[in-house]
């Protein structure tokens, strides 16, 4: 199960409980939904989606639990609708590019305090999906069989489609073996000195090919 199945079987959850609750005034149980249906909102939404900015909004208003409630009860719906139908990829996948920035730098501070293994897993998220949002970019589809496609799969699909040469494509393919070593403990096959290129390296390729 994706984690993108994995939001919207929780915002069902949340949803299903709303519509069983007999609500004749306001109560504990009304409370503890609400802050909970306000969590996974913000847990699913992309910041600067308008389901983000609803919930702004929501959090702003002078009103009581019950209609907070309400209120999040329909971001809920409409957010785990459009999950389902296929708009919203992945929380991560359509990020921003200041979003992916702060990625590396999150990962350059790990790297800087002696933590190589998790800042080469941050930036080999990073760069899947930057990749991703590439092929999206380009008209690539990044689904096969109504699965998502891997990585290897799309970095040889957007040079295919002449986005990138071959050699970005090799470069690409090394950086996602580093990833992959690092996501399976294979900790000893790279070192920081590789990280650190790996982190660079990713930063430039956002720089020029943006998506």
Not at 23 to 45: F, Q
Not at 109 to 129: F, H, N, Q, R, W
Request: net charge negative.
């Amino acid at each position: 199960m994706t984690d993108l199945e994995k939001m919207a079987e929780q915002l069902d959850s949340l949803i299903d409980e709303y519509d069983r609750m007999s609500r004749p005034g306001p109560g504990e149980n009304v409370r503890i939904l609400k802050n909970r249906l306000e969590a996974a909102v913000e847990r699913a939404s992309l910041p600067g989606s308008t389901y983000a900015k609803q919930l702004t909004e929501v959090r702003l208003e002078r009103a009581s639990d019950g209609w907070r409630l309400d209120a999040l009860h329909g971001i809920a719906v409409g957010l785990r609708d459009d999950i389902r139908s296929g708009w919203v990829d992945s929380v991560v996948e359509l990020v921003h590019a200041d979003m992916h920035s702060d990625y590396l730098e999150m990962a350059e501070s790990l790297l800087d305090s002696g933590y190589k293994d998790p800042a080469a897993v941050i930036t080999g998220t990073s760069l899947e999906v930057h990749v991703r949002a590439l092929c999206v970019k380009s008209g690539i589809a990044t689904d096969a069989g109504g699965k998502p496609k891997k990585a290897d799969t799309m970095n040889a699909d957007l040079k295919k489609a002449g986005v990138y040469d071959g050699l970005q494509q090799k470069q690409v393919t090394a950086w996602m073996d580093l990833r992959n070593k690092a996501a399976h403990g294979n900790y000893g096959d790279y070192d920081k000195a590789q990280v650190r290129l790996f982190i660079d390296g990713v930063r430039a390729l956002m720089v020029k090919y943006p998506a």
